[in-house]
Structure formats: C-alpha cells, structure tokens
C-alpha cells in the first residue's frame, strides 16, 4: 500500500462508500449558510475499551511505544482533569514508528474497579486534519491497530468554509459555551449522537484558510468494516443547519 495513494480516514474505517451516499445529500439540500461544495464529511476520532493484555500484545508484536503524557503535553488539561477527579487512574500515549502520537491510552476508574479484567479506555484522534493528512504508512499502522479492536464510538467531522447555523441546534438542547467552543450533551430526539461539538478550526489550528468544524459524536458496536452509523440522525443535524 506504501506506493498506492493514501487512504482517507473514512476509507481507513471502511465508511468511504456510505459517507459518499451521505455527502452527496449534504451538498443538494441548499442550506442557506453552507454552499453546496464547501460542506465536507470526515471521521475525526475512533474510540475502544480493549483488554489491557491486548494493547501489551499489540506492543510487543509491533514494537510501538507506550509513554506517560507529560505536563507539557497539548492534552495534559485534559488528563490532569481526570486524575484529579479519579476517572483515569494513567494516561499515555502510544507512539507508532511513524511517529504518529495521537492514540490516547486512559486506565478508567470505573471501567477496572470491580474488574479482573484491566481494561483501557483508546482514542485515535486528528484523524481528519486538513493541514496534517495521513501517509500512507501511518494508515497501515493503524489498520494494524484496528482490526484488532471493536470500536463502541466515532467523531463524525462536518467542516465548512462557511460558519454553521449554531442557533438551529437549539432545537436539540441547551447549548453549552467554553471559550469559543459550543457543546451540546445528550441532544433531544436523538438515540446514538450523543454530543455536538462547533468550533472555528481555522482559529484553534491556526489553519491558512477559513474553516468551521461542527463535531458528532455517535455510539457504535463492531469492527472496522462493519461499524454501525447513524445515518438517520446525522442527516437530521444536516437538516437544521
């Protein structure tokens, strides 16, 4: 695959046909705030809870590497948060040969607590980067990754050129305001998106051009190749913007 073109993360997860389908939707509703061209589909995080003998397997066979995140670290807010509050009892990274870094390895508290069985909270996230896209060698590290998983959770991206009408997402809850990120929990009518996330990307990856990124997350059950997306509702929040 090294001298093949580089898979696209959708492709990666075997969603590259069905976000096509849903895409092309997208691009013919004629929103009033989004051009018909300048709206993209993307899958942005994959979220598992292996076995802690698995990902020790998964080392050893591969030779990756496994290291403590660090204070100074972009997410070190992130994992301090959950220390300090007991969710997590470690955090790591997992570092592949590429140097690819962005596999987030957390030992939740309440996952383990009554449990013989450690198991470990994984996150593959910045899948779907416009300034950063995937070699090909790191799509082949992570698929080593991931037929080894069942993934239970996805990041749906949806990136515009065009800033998205975050008022109609009213419609589905109280929406939350951190700095300039818009959350919103548990959406109203919804059964398997379970948070939005809208923000200017441009502004936060100090992107050249103009970028707003609004972000589903949606529970899943399987295999790569055979993930279960919510289609239906994705295409509701499609209808609001």
Known sequence: MSGAKPLTPLELVGLGTDFEVLAKYAQNRGYRNVGKSSLRLGIDSIRATPLK????????QTGWNKKEVQ??????????????????????????????????????????QSSNYTKYKLTIYGLSQ????????????????????????????????????????????????????????????????????????????????????????????GKIGALFVPFDEVKEILNTL
């Open 130 to 221: 416009p300034n950063k896209p995937l070699s090909s060698t790191t799509i082949e590290e992570l698929q080593r990754l991931l037929k080894r998983l069942e993934v239970i959770e996805v990041d749906i991206c949806l990136d515009s050129t065009n800033a998205l009408n975050l008022e109609a997402l009213r419609a589905f809850g109280m929406i939350d305001t951190h700095f300039t990120t818009a959350y919103l929990h548990n959406p109203k009518g919804l059964s398997y998106i379970t948070k939005l996330c809208y923000y200017d990307k441009q502004a936060k990856d100090h992107l050249k051009d103009t970028l707003y990124r609004l972000e589903l997350t949606c529970t899943t059950r």
């Open 53 to 60: 003998s698995t990902i020790e397997r998964i080392l050893t």
């Open 71 to 112: 204070s100074h670290s972009k997410i070190s807010a992130h994992a301090k948060r959950k220390k300090a509050t007991k969710e997590v009892t470690s955090s790591f990274y997992i570092i592949t040969h590429t140097g690819f870094k962005n596999i987030l390895l957390e030992t939740p508290h309440a996952l383990n």
